[in-house]
């Protein structure tokens, strides 16, 4: 298992998961991405961390094969050095351990490159693939937002995670 950089070379990968509708109910998105787009994204990929306060990294079972997914870290907060996570697996590839491999690889990055002290997911209560694999990867069920998520059905709640990635103390925090 291998996580690296976005490539140029890797256009006609995130066309096609960009603009799979079946995807677009876990990323927040309603519409197809252009290519030109999704040029003009690669191009500005490799932007610092620290800046953009996002990272996408292309997730391959072994260095130099065909990417099988993506996984983001997002909404990187300074302060309180945490950031979202969010992966995606290609529907042929599922099923595989890719996405908890992948996971742990990104665990050990955001905690011994990046210095994140928590990660965290916000998970369909309906995605119970994506419940068991965050549960499987060490992240912890720490709360319910209730009808949080609209999707064509109506709304659904979401399950919020949370990995603690650095040992510390926590004040205030209960037995």
């Known amino acids: 298992m291998n996580l690296r950089a976005l490539e140029p070379e890797d256009l006609e990968f995130l066309f096609a998961l960009e603009n799979d509708p079946d995807i677009w109910g876990v990323s927040d998105t309603l519409a197809p991405v252009s290519r030109h787009t999704l040029r003009e994204y690669l191009e500005h990929a490799s932007a610092d961390f620290y800046v953009v306060r996002q990272l996408r990294l292309v997730i391959t079972t072994d260095i130099g094969s065909p990417a099988i997914g993506i996984v983001d870290l997002f909404d990187y907060d300074p302060l309180h050095q945490r950031a979202g996570v969010g992966i995606i697996i290609l529907a042929s590839e599922r099923r595989h351990g ?3 491999q992948a996971l742990e690889l990104l665990k050990e990055y955001a905690r011994s490159v990046l210095r994140l002290y928590q990660i965290y997911a916000t998970v369909g209560a309906d995605n119970a693939a ?3 694999l965050f549960r ?3 992240f912890r069920r720490v709360g319910i937002r209730h009808g949080w998520l609209r999707t064509a059905d109506g709304w659904v709640d979401a ?3 949370q990995c603690l990635l650095q040992a510390s103390t926590i004040i205030g925090e209960s037995a």
């Open 130 to 132: 994506s419940l068991k």
């Open 98 to 100: 890719y996405a908890r």
């Open 136 to 138: 499987a990867a060490g």
């Open 159 to 161: 399950v919020e995670w």
